[in-house]
């Protein structure tokens, strides 16, 4: 398996000034009063060119972090990535193992798997499509679920 090269990412909360638990009226009210502050209509023409620029520039970011928060689904994925970023900034993996290895749970719909440590990963059927990363509940051991 290749190592693939982690290109920096933009954190587009912070960029809106809004924190990851903010709901989506909250992130449009910070866009809103930042995309008004940026814009590049309302920049005095007496400041430096390089302000100008970086503020264009940020008027851009704001505007794409907006595109990727303000819709439900793009915000999902979104989420997720950013959970799968810290579970891999936590440590290493663990294990890696198949979805068909873990045990299914009909009750809450559910795949699960014992850790050694007592504790267990577990991951709803919606989500198993689309992370790779599971923490255990009790320790700080991550598996990497591989597609079948």
Not at 4 to 24: F, H, M, R, T
Not at 58 to 66: G, L, M, R, V
Not at 79 to 99: C, F, K, S, W
Not at 105 to 126: T, W
Request: one cysteine or more; aromatic letters at 8%.
């Amino acid at each position: 398996m290749m190592a693939v090269e982690q290109i920096p990412k933009k954190d587009w909360y912070s960029i809106l000034g809004a924190d990851p638990s903010a709901n989506v009226s909250d992130l449009k009210q910070k866009y809103q009063k930042l995309i008004l502050m940026y814009h590049p209509d309302k920049q005095s023409t007496d400041v430096p060119a390089g302000t100008v620029e970086k503020c264009i520039q940020k008027f851009i970011e704001i505007d794409q972090a907006w595109k990727i928060l303000g819709n439900e689904e793009t915000k999902k994925q979104y989420d997720l990535q950013r959970h799968e970023d810290d579970l891999r900034n936590m440590g290493p993996v663990d294990a890696q193992i198949y979805l068909e290895e873990m045990s299914w749970n009909e009750d809450d719909h559910s795949f699960s798997l014992s850790c050694r440590c007592g504790g267990k990963y577990s991951v709803s059927k919606d989500e198993a499509e689309e992370v790779n990363l599971i923490s255990c509940d009790t320790c700080s051991l991550i598996v990497e679920v591989l597609p079948n």
